[in-house]
């Protein structure tokens, strides 16, 4: 088959126009077109006049090596490549060996996990929350309550931060081995739409990624793996062997046990500070990372769908709309949208007492009034926090505690109009935006718990994303502080052979570790892993590479 991309028809077209667009493209005859499979599925909005949709599809062709031949010159029209996934080792059957550990059960702990349990190795899979419906309801306790559980909430728990989340499936990775089709198809398998697999952003929000990683799980236990919840790793065993080699040779619990294993993903997630620097005081390699820091803004979600596409705003086939900006200010910063979520909702997500985080989820309909998405300013660990390698964190819960402080110390968040933020003035009352923040937000001057230079970028960047969405920086719009945990803070730097620049069997994975962002990537770098521990494994005789 051959894969022709940027196939552009009118938002309104019929089905049967796929055909004769396709024809025309390549310039054959009706009868030489034998089986169209759709891949992507995308909208270009940029004229809302003239919203167009825009597809990539796999085709058949009667003689596709004389099409090919004619549009070699062209990058739209290549063989369609081959996205299936090839495990890359084999455990013997009944495996009974050194069993590999993962630790923590988000995205790409779930993935590393799955992969191994698929490749028969039987993991042990370690969280320090609870199994995803109880913590849900730990959750709602601090969104209802005000009651905060340190070891279950937003960060902590099966389904990782990406439960709470718009669960966003798509990414900017480069991904040559199509390790995301990979992520897509066992999420498909679990319960998610099969419109995952060709929506060029496609999401499933946080009801239904509660279904999924249940059947996951279960999955995973169907394989021999085996899951242990409220299981916090305290300490790690690392030795020195008589090559000065340091190797990890096992992992102290929080519920007194010793578990000994030489194989370790690292999974876990971009809040947990207390295992960070347990990691650095055992001497394993860590550099600080570059992170953001800001507020969640929040509009009317009919404000961003009549400015994203006018008049077709509301049509079944775009949806609720969403953006991405960004501009570079002149104090050398970068404000960004990140994370958008349409029409949802501003979550608490703190994991720690006595500090206000504030992030974005939706559900699968995104049908809530308002669309808010973070409003971030790009940080650097040379210029903002020099000097530690964990000196990121420390940064981080500065700003939450004072939006703790500044919220009125009962988890309720700062919150500031943007009219009032750019004239610095606190902010008294409400105006055309409702605020979606549970446990609820009090009006004052986000300057209170905002470094200086994060106010003046940002205040720089208001108007001219007002410039590029109507309505952006409406006097009204709602801010509210503060938005922290964009990414982590550190990188548990890892070698070509996926393990710990200088702690052998400790594999770092994810977005704790720094090489992921977001779901999908997570779960990508959890294959990844999943396959360098498999790789170790055949380095000692106990698999066997396929």
């Known amino acids: 088959m051959l894969r022709l991309s940027e196939l552009k028809l009118p938002l309104d077209h019929p089905p049967e126009a796929m055909a004769p667009a396709i024809c025309a493209r390549l310039g054959i005859d009706p009868a030489d077109l034998l089986e169209v499979k759709l891949w992507r599925r995308a909208h270009d909005a940029r004229r809302k006049s003239a919203i167009l949709m825009v597809y990539t599809v796999d085709v058949a062709l009667r003689d596709e090596a004389a ?118 198809e066992e999420f498909v398998a679990a319960g998610a739409p099969e419109e995952i697999l060709t929506e060029a952003h496609p999401h499933i929000g946080t009801f239904r990624l509660v279904h999924m990683v249940e059947n996951i799980r279960a999955l995973i236990e169907g394989l021999g793996g085996e899951y242990r919840w409220q299981h916090r790793v305290t300490d790690f065993e690392i030795e020195a062997g008589e090559d000065g080699q340091r190797r990890l040779k096992g992992l102290h619990l929080s519920t007194g046990e010793y578990l000994e294993t030489e194989h370790v993903v ?44 006018g008049a077709c705003a509301g049509h079944p086939d775009l949806g609720a709309a969403d953006y991405s900006l960004s501009h570079h200010c002149a104090n050398g910063r970068t404000v960004y949208s990140f994370c958008m979520c349409p029409g949802g909702t501003v979550v608490a997500a703190t994991s720690e007492p006595n500090r206000v985080v504030t992030n974005g989820m939706s559900q699968y309909s995104r049908n809530e009034r308002n669309a808010n998405s973070g409003f971030v300013v790009a940080i650097d660990p040379e210029r903002d926090y020099p000097g530690h390698p964990l000196a990121g964190i420390e940064f981080q819960r500065k700003w ?48 209170e718990c905002l470094p200086p230079f994060v106010l003046e970028a940002m205040r720089e960047a208001l108007p001219m994303f007002g410039r590029q969405i109507a309505g952006y920086d409406h006097p009204d719009v709602l801010m509210t502080g503060v938005e922290t945990r964009t990414s982590s803070p550190i990188r548990i730097t890892r070698g070509k052979d996926g393990q710990s620049l200088n702690t052998a069997g400790l594999f770092p994975a994810g977005e704790g570790a720094g090489y992921a962002g977001g779901i999908l990537s997570a779960g990508v770098d959890g294959i990844k892993v999943a396959e360098a521990v498999a790789a170790a494994y055949v380095a000692r005789g106990w698999a066997k590479a396929i």
């Open 67 to 184: 099409v090919l031949e004619r549009f070699k010159a062209d990058s739209q029209v290549r063989p369609t490549p081959d996205t299936d996934y090839r495990f890359t080792a084999r455990a013997p059957e009944g495996f009974d060996g050194p069993r590999p550990v993962v630790i923590g059960a988000g995205p790409c702990g779930l993935f590393a996990g799955l992969i191994l349990a698929q490749m028969g190795f039987k993991p042990i899979i370690l969280d320090r929350g609870k199994v995803v419906r109880e913590r849900t309801k730990d959750t709602w306790a601090l969104w209802r309550k005000s009651e905060l559980n340190p070891e279950s909430n937003v960060q902590f728990g099966e389904g990782g931060a990406g439960t709470f989340s718009d669960g966003k499936l798509y990414s900017q990775i480069k991904d040559s081995r199509f390790l995301g089709r990979k992520v897509l």
């Open 400 to 447: 939450e505690s004072l939006a703790f402080t500044a919220g009125g110390g009962d988890y309720k968040a700062p919150a500031q109009k943007v009219g009032d933020f750019l004239a610095g003035r606190p902010s008294e009352a409400l105006g055309e935006v409702s605020p979606s923040y549970k446990p609820g937000i009090r009006m004052t001057d986000l300057a």
């Open 266 to 309: 690292l999974a876990v997630g971009h809040s947990s500070r207390d295992t960070f620097q347990t990691l650095y005081d055992r001497g394993v390699h860590i550099e600080a990372k570059p992170f953001s820091i800001g507020v969640r803004i929040e509009h009317p979600q009919s404000w961003m769908d009549k400015a994203r596409f």
